[in-house]
Each structure stands twice: as C-alpha cells, then as structure tokens.
C-alpha cells in the first residue's frame, strides 16, 4: 500500500492520471472537490471518499474558497509508467 497527503489551492486541478496496475481510494479531510473519474463527474465535501480502480483516469479539483486536503491511498504501490497529464 502507498499513501500521500495533496493539498490543493483554490481551483488548482491535478490530473488527469492513469494507473494501469493500482486500485486508489481519495479521502477529502478538508475542503470540497470535484472528481471526474472516466468521464463521471461528483462533487464531494468532507469524509467523503473515491474508488477509482485501475485502469480509471482521474482528475480532481478544488471546487471551493478554501483549501483542499485529500488523503490517497493505493495499492499495490503505483508504478512508475503512471501517467499525468
């Protein structure tokens, strides 16, 4: 498993990203965020959470004033063909 803490400024956007081989899960911790996974569009606040399995691009963006903090999780541990773009 591998884990990293994001931190995102008002509208900033990461992404998109492809991992072939890893299964993710977003946590937002604070803030609200907008998740695209393979043309899906959700908006989440606080504790919610996204599976985005492998093979899924994604691209997540601040969809507020304040910052946005997400905890990613994914495993196995991501490779290093993973795309962003």
């Not at 996204?50 to 994604?58: F, N």
């Amino acid at each position: 498993m591998w884990c990293e803490v994001l931190c995102l400024d008002r509208n900033q956007i990461v992404g998109p990203v492809v991992d072939e081989d890893s299964d993710a899960v977003f946590t937002i911790v604070a803030g609200e965020a907008l998740f695209m996974v393979d043309g899906k569009r959700k908006r989440l606040e606080q504790w919610g959470a996204v599976l985005v399995p492998a093979g899924a691009e994604v691209t997540v963006t601040n969809a507020s004033a304040e910052p946005l903090v997400l905890w990613l999780m994914a495993a196995p541990p991501p490779t290093p063909h993973a795309v962003s773009g």
